[in-house]
């Protein structure tokens, strides 16, 4: 089989897997919803160079991963399909890439071994599924930095072929971490930066790319950048950048939002969440390379290490925890699981005891999961005698009406016979069954898991609120969220720009006589008796925690 061929059926594998029923939920607070409206906005507003939340300047990201966003919205309609799509197209790219880069390091093998790690480990898999910006973000890291790579290889005259000049890679690669800016912000060079220091130091000191080099990588960089954050602060001076700088200063030194966590957060996810890639890559975390390997293999692998490290102590740091966080550990984890598992099937390496029970213990809490939640959704009057005494209203969302078949417990089952038989056949050195079963099954897992529990969680935790959204689309009026964050009445009922200046004030629509439309207001059950005391609201309803009133 040729190369094109290979990528023709790579392709078509992930677009099996990420591209149907991208729309059959709706979507998430808050990043699918908030990401989604901006996008919806640029549409409405006929503007696609400024960043808006609600028809205001939104200062917390630039617009590149938007703009996507809303080629879909434009060429499918509004909604949860074109908001998810750039992602799976993200998905079918990567894999691609990915073989391509694994072919040219090692062989064919090696770049289907790669392709098989990412599609088929839980978290890389279920991003290419969703409507956050990371999926772009990180590949946009990745390929810049592989210019780098590339430069150095080329300059210090390693056996890798590559058929351009060295000029070519680093001025390739400046370009695409200027995508990457241009899609999350700066963070992308920082990373960057960050992990050529790091090789610098473990490298012995020694300069692999000279300061005139550098520079020029960073004024591709910058040039890229330019022409959005530019033109930007030309026309609407520095306000941007200002709040730009002092949100990302906010996520790196508080807790923001409410997302706090442990120091091992994201250790944690990356363990469990990268299943069973995470296992793999645990054997291939340090600089111990193989006999047989060539420099450019054992030099990657260096990069591998350093650039996973960076990412997870880095994110470590930042007092924010949220699990996209540490997403760029992705790619060089799924590439030190490919380099174990390619190592195993040549021979050099052993299938251990240890790899058995961290397979087993790492996918086992995903069994427990999926099997014991359908066994617990026969129990909810005890799981809501539990919650209740300290969160009302987690306990009142247990009260949305689930059709709970028995069915959910499928994708468990799946994957309880998937790690059985991985593990069988693994240790029986059948590595070809062993690797198929081990991460197809999990790829499979995933989507029955999706099928069977994200629609059934999302009525559980949010469906009531989009519902009354959506009940308001085509009326003109105001909605607000009272002491809650959330962007689903901006895009759930389809909010225009026509409003009165005040109109974002909460206090001035609850209480202004010079209310110029009706105002419907939403709360959580924690506040109710507080919201109960207002004057010129009356309720109108409640649902599964959440409660509705309109202005009389």
């Known amino acids: 089989m040729n190369r094109l061929t290979t990528l023709v059926l790579i392709a078509l594998v992930a677009g099996l897997f990420f591209i149907p029923f991208l729309g059959g939920v709706h979507l998430f607070d808050w990043d699918e919803i908030n990401f989604a409206e901006i996008s919806r906005e640029m549409l409405v507003l006929n503007d696609y160079l400024r960043v808006h939340v609600d028809f205001k300047p939104f200062w917390e990201k630039p617009p590149f991963f938007f703009w996507l966003q809303s080629l879909a919205m434009h060429t499918f309609g509004v909604g949860e399909f074109a908001a998810r799509l750039p992602n799976a197209l993200c998905g079918i790219l990567t894999l691609s890439l990915l073989y391509l880069l694994g072919e040219r390091l090692f062989n064919r093998r090696f770049g289907l071994i790669w392709v098989g790690t990412y599609l088929g480990s839980i978290l890389p898999h279920l991003y290419f599924r969703s409507g956050i910006i990371d999926p772009w973000f990180n590949l946009w890291i990745f390929i810049g930095l592989n210019g780098i790579i590339f430069f150095r290889w080329k300059k210090d005259h390693f056996t890798f072929l590559l058929p351009k000049s060295k000029w070519f ?8 971490l200027g995508m990457g800016v241009l899609t999350k912000g700066p963070v992308a060079y920082m990373l960057v930066c960050v992990t050529l220091g790091v090789y610098f130091v473990v490298n012995g000191f020694k300069l692999f790319i000279s300061p005139l080099h550098f520079i020029v990588y960073t004024v591709m960089t910058s040039l890229v950048t330019l022409a959005w954050y530019g033109l930007e602060t ?10 730009f700088i002092k949100y990302n200063y906010r996520l790196f030194s508080t807790p923001d939002a409410g997302h706090a966590g442990f120091p091992g957060y994201h250790f944690v996810i990356l363990f469990f969440g990268c ?3 995470s296992t793999f890559a645990l054997r291939a975390l340090n600089f111990r390379t193989e006999s047989g390997e060539t420099d450019y293999q054992r030099d990657y692998q260096k990069w591998m290490v350093i650039l996973f490290w960076v990412v997870l102590i880095l994110f470590t740091i930042v007092k924010s925890k949220i699990v996209h966080y540490s997403s760029m550990c992705y790619f060089p984890l799924t590439y030190l699981a490919s380099l174990t598992i390619y190592r195993l099937w040549t021979g050099r390496i052993v299938f251990r005891t240890w790899m058995k029970v961290s397979l087993a213990v790492s996918g086992g809490i995903f069994v427990i999961l999926t099997i014991g939640l359908p066994i617990l959704s026969h129990y909810v009057d005890w799981l809501q005698a539990q919650i ?4 009302s209203f987690a306990a009142a969302n247990l009260d949305a009406k689930v059709n709970w078949t028995g069915w959910e417990a499928t994708p468990g089952v799946v994957l309880f016979l998937v790690i059985l038989f991985g593990i069988r056949f693994l240790s029986r050195q059948q590595y070809e069954r062993g690797l198929v079963t081990l991460f197809i099954g999990t790829a499979v897992f ?3 898991t999706l099928w069977f529990f994200v629609a059934r969680i999302e009525s559980i935790s949010q469906a009531a609120a989009i519902r009354f959204f959506e009940a308001r689309q085509g009326e003109d009026c105001y909605i607000v969220t009272y002491k809650y964050r959330s ?4 895009f759930y009922a389809r909010q225009q720009p026509e409003r009165h200046p005040k109109s974002w004030d909460d206090e001035w629509a609850i209480h202004s006589p010079e209310v110029d439309k009706p105002v419907y207001v939403i709360a959580k059950n924690l506040l109710e008796a507080e919201v109960d005391t207002i004057p010129t609201l009356k309720k109108i309803g409640s649902e599964n925690g959440f409660v509705f009133y309109k202005r009389k």
């Open 169 to 176: 890679y680093l001025l390739l690669g400046g370009f695409l």
């Open 234 to 243: 030309w026309q609407h001076g520095p306000w941007f950048i200002q709040e």
């Open 275 to 277: 299943f069973p890639a």
């Open 388 to 391: 209740a005494p300290d969160d």
């Open 446 to 448: 995933t989507t029955l």
């Open 487 to 490: 962007y689903g009445p901006f």
